[in-house]
């Protein structure tokens, strides 16, 4: 009766044993399970937690607390963007830029405009290298200083057209309108001047060495201080031409021999 006693008070004692661990264990495991999903108890940040929440709190793998200065400069040049200075990139653009815009302007295809009106226009901003001007009408066209050599201006109308300072050599010009055009210091040595038509032209101190003039019509143009050095002036017409103080021709020789004779 005794023993039975004993029994039945202790086995409600080791049931109660048994099951205290159980539930230990189950409160331990679930508390792990709430700190590895990250989260958060009053006035705590969890691990898992990112963005601005930790912002001055976790510094990379430790808190920004915990680093010494020398761990917060390696920090930072770990996680700084790469800077790249646009000193040593611009160079190079510039430079591949810059041989971009040489290749094009030496070996672009020439400039054609042949038959077109460009009566009155300002060209002096084209480069017109080996240009086709052919049969182009350039009345009154600004000209001045523009690179035409080698041009093609073949039975162009270039009535009182400026060409001051351009460059013509080589270019040809056979059977052109010139008159009245302004062609002051231009450069026309090897240009084919055959049958231009330059009355009342102004060509005042023109280079025209080895230019040919045959057959030009000079009437009342003005050749002063031109270099005529080798021009082929057979056939020109030079009623009241002004060849006053041109040079490295017989006719300038004539004519400022006659021109000091008579003042």
Request: aromatic share 8%; proline share 3%; with cysteine.
């Amino acid at each position: 009766m005794y023993i039975k006693f004993i029994l039945v008070t202790l086995i409600p004692l080791v049931l109660s044993i048994g099951t205290i661990p159980g539930l230990g264990l189950d409160l331990f495991q679930e508390a792990d399970a709430l700190k590895s999903d990250g989260m958060n108890t009053p006035g705590r940040i969890a691990v898992k937690s990112y963005g601005s929440a930790n912002n001055g709190i976790v510094c990379g793998d430790r808190l920004c607390s915990d680093l010494t200065s020398k761990d917060a400069i390696e920090l930072t040049s770990m996680n700084a963007t790469p800077q790249i200075s646009p000193y040593l990139v611009m160079p190079v653009i510039f430079s591949e830029q810059y041989v971009t815009n040489q290749v094009t302007k030496e070996f672009s295809s020439p400039i054609d405009l042949s038959g077109q009106n460009l009566y009155g226009k300002s060209l002096n901003h084209l480069d017109l290298r080996y240009a086709n001007l052919a049969n182009t009408n350039l009345k009154g066209a600004d000209l001045e200083g523009v690179d035409l050599t080698g041009a093609n201006l073949q039975s162009s109308f270039l009535y009182n057209a400026n060409l001051d300072g351009a460059i013509l050599k080589d270019a040809n010009l056979s059977n052109s309108n010139m008159i009245r055009a302004y062609l002051r210091d231009a450069d026309l040595s090897n240009a084919n001047l055959s049958n231009v038509d330059f009355r009342w032209a102004d060509l005042t101190s023109a280079n025209l060495t080895n230019a040919n003039l045959q057959y030009a019509t000079l009437f009342r143009a003005n050749f002063a201080s031109t270099d005529l050095y080798n021009a082929d002036l057979v056939g020109v017409g030079t009623g009241t031409t002004n060849f006053n103080d041109c040079m490295n021709h017989p006719t300038c020789k004539w004519t400022n021999y006659h021109t000091k004779m008579n003042s």
